[in-house]
């Protein structure tokens, strides 16, 4: 379920002779080397994505990070100076210029550094205040890094004191903790060359006599679902054991407030690092040796206020077969040594190993006894259509799902679905100054055409399937679909699912709705009711109503009516119709002397009279027209014909 080293890297393994550090914003392992100068080599997970150089020994570093470009390397050494390296962008490993910059104030020491541009840098500084309190000043210093200038230029500043802080990179976001106990929280958004403070709040993390604060490593900012959260490990009152993970959610607008909006249950004690894959919350444990996986979106999401999860379940990390096969050395899991970073990163600088956690959700079945549960996570994932269309339809044959479990999963299917054929554009009348970004949900897409082909079509060939249950699914798919302003693909309706429910002896039901429109008017559902006339004859005059109203169909039902023997009933809808409309006159003729010689008679009158009254009929030039005229005039004798006129001028209608 969870596998180490999908993508890995090895580096020099931490030792006297050299220090390691981690670049958050680049995700690279950086090793710095001594002997007499400085060997520095910063590798991603990537073979080509390494950087190598050798600068002049200045000292032992403290931090060393890159630009976003990766053409600068700043690097400290001193307590209030930063040095910057320019390296070459052609990737020899040629120092093209190197230039420093101290703090602003001489006292000053700075603590943290933070790439927020390619060309922008943030000092995070520190002053002793001279009072005998916890807190000591410090300041944000944003400088403008110039290369080919080979200088700084300070661009803002901004005082405040604080104990720690974090860094997320995909939102320049820096977050600053303050209060008696650490507990309030200061959000800055570092964008454009300018410090957005965004409203600061403050955490529960069960402060007690026991824990009296809140310290850097219990925070943890990650991107789930499009949105971005704080969470905090939070404390039992009782003992100051880790009782869950407190998530506040930021807003992306400075008035907003910071909620807290979910809770993830731990019930385990010791200590904690998080994950975030594929949005699902990964909790590691190192004393137990496992990992707790939470899905926010999988569950009940009715209920209001703070929505408490517990875990979907508890795996162990395991190797994956690429490093397995390619580090033939041990990777103790779970060690000690190990150094947690966002959103997948793991550093063990004990054995010299960078590499990815990856999740596998097609482990995840026996994990779950609601199956229903089961296929939201799954459709949760990207990159799982196929997994989720195979276990869907295995659990339709099998009759694993109740029809509301159907009907709701059908639901999650149409409703992205929907999202995307709308594509709603907003507009703003104000420009936001800055962007919280998080990193963007895209969910899984289910075709019409996937759950046609895909499901419903293979199920229908299953010849174990309960035919009436899967006729009710179908029905289920076809309500979603229809309250949601979608078409049904004709495919559907005229190859699956009416032959479906004829098959399972739905006719009643399937009239029912072919009345009421529930099923929409098509010329191929027409011509698919009329082959099942034997099993159920009232379909046929619905074909026939149904193709009246499509109003594209006459010479189709003419021919449904002749084929039933139903001469006069077709004349009399041809009479109805406009004189342009094309007709199969001989046809009509073919059937009419089949009958006796008093309908024969009538079908040529009126045909003849439809052709004085078009232009665009071909009865007249057509190559059996005379042999009918003759055949016609031969019908009657003359006396015969003026009888019935006579006869026909003192009719009387009875009434009805």
């Given at each position: 379920?969870?596998?180490?080293?999908?993508?890995?890297?090895?580096?020099?393994?931490?030792?006297?002779?050299?220090?390691?550090?981690?670049?958050?914003?680049?995700?690279?392992?950086?090793?710095?080397?001594?002997?007499?100068?400085?060997?520095?080599?910063?590798?991603?997970?990537?073979?080509?994505?390494?950087?190598?150089?050798?600068?002049?020994?200045?000292?032992?570093?403290?931090?060393?990070?890159f630009?976003?470009?990766?053409?600068?390397?700043?690097?400290?050494?001193?307590?209030?100076?930063?040095?910057?390296?320019?390296?070459?962008?052609?990737?020899?490993?040629?120092?093209?210029?190197?230039?420093?910059?101290?703090?602003?104030?001489?006292?000053?020491?700075?603590?943290?550094?933070?790439?927020?541009?390619?060309?922008?840098?943030?000092?995070?500084?520190?002053?002793?205040?001279?009072?005998?309190?916890?807190?000591?000043a410090l300041?944000?210093?944003?400088?403008?890094?110039?290369?080919?200038?080979k200088?700084?230029?300070?661009?803002?500043?901004?005082?405040?004191?604080?104990?720690?802080?974090?860094?997320?990179?995909?939102?320049?976001?820096?977050?600053?903790?303050?209060?008696?106990?650490g507990?309030?929280?200061?959000?800055?958004?570092?964008?454009?060359?300018?410090?957005?403070?965004?409203?600061?709040?403050?955490?529960?993390?069960?402060?007690?006599?026991?824990?009296?604060?809140?310290?850097?490593?219990?925070?943890?900012?990650?991107?789930?679902?499009?949105?971005?959260?704080?969470?905090?490990?939070?404390?039992?009152?009782?003992?100051?054991?880790?009782?869950?993970?407190?998530?506040?959610?930021?807003?992306?607008?400075?008035?907003?407030?910071?909620?807290?909006?979910?809770?993830?249950?731990?019930?385990?004690?010791?200590?904690?690092?998080?994950?975030?894959?594929d949005?699902v919350?990964?909790?590691?444990?190192?004393?137990?040796?496992?990992?707790?996986?939470?899905?926010?979106?999988?569950?009940?999401?009715?209920?209001?206020?703070?929505?408490?999860?517990?875990?979907?379940?508890?795996?162990?990390?395991?190797?994956?077969?690429?490093?397995?096969?390619?580090?033939?050395?041990?990777?103790?899991?779970?060690s000690?040594?190990w150094?947690?970073?966002?959103?997948?990163?793991?550093?063990?600088?004990?054995?010299?190993?960078?590499?990815?956690?990856?999740?596998?959700?097609?482990?995840?079945?026996p994990?779950?006894?609601?199956?229903?549960?089961?296929?939201?996570?799954?459709?949760?994932?990207r990159?799982?259509?196929d997994?989720?269309?195979?276990?869907?339809?295995?659990?339709?044959?099998?009759?694993?799902?109740?029809?509301?479990?159907?009907?709701?999963?059908?639901?999650?299917?149409?409703?992205?679905?929907?999202?995307?054929?709308?594509?709603?554009?907003?507009?703003?009348?104000?420009?936001?100054?800055?962007?919280?970004?998080?990193?963007?949900?895209e969910?899984?897409?289910i075709?019409?055409?996937?759950?046609?082909?895909?499901?419903?079509?293979?199920?229908?060939?299953?010849?174990?399937?309960?035919?009436?249950?899967?006729?009710?699914?179908?029905l289920?798919?076809?309500?979603?679909?229809?309250?949601?302003?979608?078409?049904?693909e004709?495919?559907?309706?005229?190859?699956?699912?009416?032959?479906?429910?004829?098959?399972?002896?739905?006719?009643?039901?399937?009239?029912?709705?072919?009345?009421?429109?529930?099923?929409?008017?098509?010329?191929?559902?027409?011509?698919?009711?009329?082959?099942?006339?034997?099993?159920?004859?009232?379909?046929?005059?619905?074909?026939?109503?149904?193709?009246?109203?499509?109003?594209?169909?006459?010479?189709?039902?003419?021919?449904?009516?002749?084929?039933?023997?139903?001469?006069?009933?077709?004349?009399?809808?041809?009479?109805?119709l406009?004189p342009?409309?094309?007709?199969?006159?001989?046809?009509?003729?073919?059937?009419?002397?089949?009958?006796?010689?008093?309908?024969?008679?009538?079908?040529?009158?009126?045909?003849?009279?439809r052709?004085?009254?078009?232009?665009?009929?071909?009865?007249?030039?057509?190559?059996?027209?005379?042999?009918?005229?003759?055949?016609?005039k031969?019908?009657?004798?003359?006396?015969?014909?003026?009888?019935?006129?006579?006869?026909?001028?003192?009719?009387?209608?009875?009434?009805?």
């Open positions: 379920m969870l596998g180490l080293g999908e993508q890995w890297v090895a580096f020099e393994a931490s030792s006297t002779l050299s220090d390691i550090f981690f670049d958050d914003v680049n995700q690279k392992i950086c090793t710095v080397r001594g002997n007499g100068a400085l060997g520095v080599t910063a590798k991603g997970l990537y073979s080509r994505d390494v950087v190598s150089f050798r600068m002049k020994d200045s000292g032992k570093i403290k931090i060393m990070k630009s976003p470009d990766q053409r600068v390397a700043s690097v400290q050494c001193e307590e209030s100076s930063v040095d910057f390296v320019c390296v070459s962008p052609s990737g020899d490993g040629t120092v093209c210029a190197q230039f420093s910059q101290s703090t602003k104030m001489r006292s000053a020491r700075i603590v943290g550094l933070e790439w927020v541009a390619s060309n922008q840098i943030l000092f995070v500084t520190n002053q002793a205040s001279g009072l005998l309190f916890v807190f000591v300041g944000l210093e944003l400088y403008q890094v110039n290369v080919e200038k200088n700084t230029k300070l661009l803002k500043t901004y005082n405040i004191s604080l104990y720690w802080f974090i860094y997320y990179p995909k939102s320049q976001l820096l977050i600053a903790s303050t209060g008696v106990s507990a309030l929280l200061n959000p800055f958004v570092i964008q454009n060359g300018v410090l957005h403070r965004l409203p600061k709040f403050e955490v529960d993390f069960g402060c007690s006599n026991a824990k009296t604060n809140l310290i850097e490593r219990e925070v943890t900012v990650a991107s789930v679902y499009g949105s971005l959260y704080v969470m905090v490990l939070r404390y039992s009152l009782r003992d100051s054991s880790t009782s869950d993970v407190a998530m506040y959610k930021l807003g992306g607008e400075g008035n907003e407030e910071c909620p807290l909006t979910h809770t993830l249950a731990l019930a385990r004690t010791g200590a904690f690092a998080i994950h975030v894959i949005n919350i990964v909790v590691h444990h190192q004393t137990s040796a496992t990992s707790l996986l939470f899905d926010i979106r999988v569950g009940d999401m009715q209920r209001s206020g703070v929505i408490v999860h517990r875990p979907l379940m508890s795996v162990s990390l395991t190797r994956c077969d690429r490093l397995a096969s390619e580090y033939h050395g041990e990777i103790p899991l779970y000690p040594s150094v947690i970073f966002a959103p997948n990163l793991i550093v063990d600088a004990s054995i010299g190993i960078f590499s990815t956690v990856s999740l596998y959700a097609e482990y995840a079945e994990a779950f006894t609601n199956k229903c549960d089961f296929l939201q996570f799954v459709l949760n994932r990159s799982t259509k997994l989720f269309l195979e276990k869907f339809k295995s659990l339709l044959i099998n009759n694993q799902l109740t029809l509301k479990e159907i009907s709701k999963v059908f639901s999650w299917i149409v409703e992205p679905y929907v999202k995307r054929l709308i594509s709603p554009l907003k507009y703003t009348e104000n420009i936001a100054k800055y962007a919280l970004i998080a990193d963007a949900y969910p899984l897409i075709e019409q055409s996937d759950m046609v082909s895909r499901v419903f079509l293979l199920a229908n060939e299953c010849p174990s399937i309960d035919k009436q249950r899967f006729v009710q699914c179908m289920q798919y076809l309500l979603s679909l229809q309250e949601n302003a979608i078409d049904p004709p495919y559907f309706l005229n190859e699956i699912l009416v032959p479906a429910m004829v098959a399972a002896g739905e006719l009643n039901r399937l009239q029912q709705f072919l009345h009421y429109r529930v099923i929409p008017d098509a010329k191929q559902l027409a011509f698919q009711l009329l082959s099942h006339e034997a099993k159920h004859a009232p379909l046929i005059q619905l074909a026939v109503d149904m193709l009246a109203r499509l109003g594209t169909a006459a010479e189709e039902i003419v021919e449904v009516l002749l084929s039933r023997g139903q001469l006069v009933d077709a004349i009399r809808f041809l009479d109805g406009s342009s409309e094309k007709i199969n006159s001989m046809k009509l003729l073919e059937n009419a002397w089949k009958q006796d010689r008093q309908v024969r008679y009538a079908v040529f009158s009126y045909l003849q009279d052709s004085t009254r078009s232009r665009y009929s071909n009865f007249t030039n057509s190559e059996q027209y005379d042999d009918y005229l003759r055949r016609f031969a019908l009657f004798t003359n006396d015969e014909v003026e009888a019935a006129k006579r006869d026909s001028q003192f009719a009387v209608v009875l009434p009805e």
